[in-house]
Nanobody, 121 residues
Framework: QLQASGGGLVQPGGSLTLSCVAS????????IGWFRQAPGKGREGISC????????YYADSVKGRFTISRDNAKNTVYLQMNNLRPEDTAVYSC????????????????WGQGTQVTVSS
């Protein structure tokens, strides 16, 4: 089970940190990804982290502004979001995939409920 939290309303240029807590699985054996879905648009993969933190992926739309990290002791993955823009408004959710490969929209082993992020003045 995955539970995302930390969303909210923030002004452009502001920051938020999202958390995704996992339960019922051996967290350290899973690659983790953050995805988002904006109103009227499809789901987009924005960041992933490997099982040993050795590799990270960022979509071009968030590169340089978002940072993904994980704390295996707390079964938690974080997404630090800085310099937020109105186009970052979306429902953010996390997904896991057992092993080395990143989760994708079509290949994952579990999805969490999303958390709403709204960037507006």
């Amino acid at each position: 089970q995955l539970q995302a939290s930390g969303g909210g309303l923030v002004q452009p240029g502001g920051s938020l940190t999202l958390s995704c807590v996992a339960s019922g699985l051996t967290f350290e054996n899973y690659a983790i990804g953050w995805f988002r879905q904006a109103p009227g648009k499809g789901r987009e993969g924005i960041s992933c982290i490997s099982i040993n933190r050795g590799t990270k992926y960022y979509a071009d739309s968030v590169k340089g502004r978002f940072t993904i990290s994980r704390d295996n002791a707390k079964n938690t993955v974080y997404l630090q979001m800085n310099n937020l823009r109105p186009e970052d408004t979306a429902v953010y959710s996390c997904a896991v995939r057992l092993g080395e490969l990143y989760p994708t929209i079509r290949n994952s082993d579990g999805w969490g409920q999303g958390t709403q992020v709204t960037v507006s003045s």
